[in-house]
């Protein structure tokens, strides 16, 4: 005969929280903010999983509306961090004919670092991180600036606008 299994503790949560709390989003978008990212958050056991907050952010107004405020400020935690990175001295060695050259691999490592903050940054906020493109009015009107759209796609409106404007 087999041994009758043990009965299941209660009480105690088991696994992840998935109960949504305003202390735990609270401190998701605190940590988004200072440059985590939610993949390194939801993988500590306190915090639910990215899939849970996602539903979180179509269920709860109130934490799409913070979540989205931390991404922003995410974006310029990144731009501060380009700067400190840009700024740090590179490493140095000097080889045995007293020539002294810097570390090209930690280099290297530091510029990856940088464009992938920079990268961050021009997709969470896109107008004030993103490549302004500026193309010439059309018949000699102010500039059209542009952080998000191809430039394929918008010379293909402004030739269209200047067909439009010979046509009429």
């Known amino acids: 005969m087999s ?8 009480g105690n949560p088991m696994g992840r929280p998935s109960k949504y709390t ?9 940590r988004l903010s200072n440059g985590e990212s939610l993949a390194q958050i939801c993988r500590e056991d306190e915090y639910p999983s990215q899939q849970t907050v996602y539903s979180w952010l179509f ?9 989205t405020k931390a991404r922003e400020e995410q974006a310029d935690t990144n731009a501060d961090q380009i700067l400190k990175i840009a700024d740090e001295e ?12 810097l570390d090209m691999t930690y280099l290297a490592w ?7 903050r920079k990268w961050t940054a021009m997709k969470l906020r896109p107008k004030k991180y993103g ?3 500026a193309h010439e009015g059309v018949e000699g009107g102010a500039p059209i600036t542009t952080s998000d759209i ?9 030739k269209n606008l200047e067909l439009k404007t010979r046509a009429g």
């Open 3 to 10: 041994e009758p299994r043990p009965k299941r503790k209660t």
């Open 22 to 30: 305003d202390a735990i989003a609270e401190t998701i978008c605190a």
């Open 59 to 67: 269920s709860h107004a109130d934490f799409l509306e913070k979540y």
């Open 90 to 101: 590179p490493p140095s060695y000097t080889d045995e004919k007293g020539r002294t050259t």
């Open 110 to 116: 530091q510029k990856q670092r940088i464009d992938a």
């Open 131 to 133: 490549e302004r493109l």
């Open 150 to 158: 191809s430039t394929t796609r918008l010379a293909e409106v402004i």
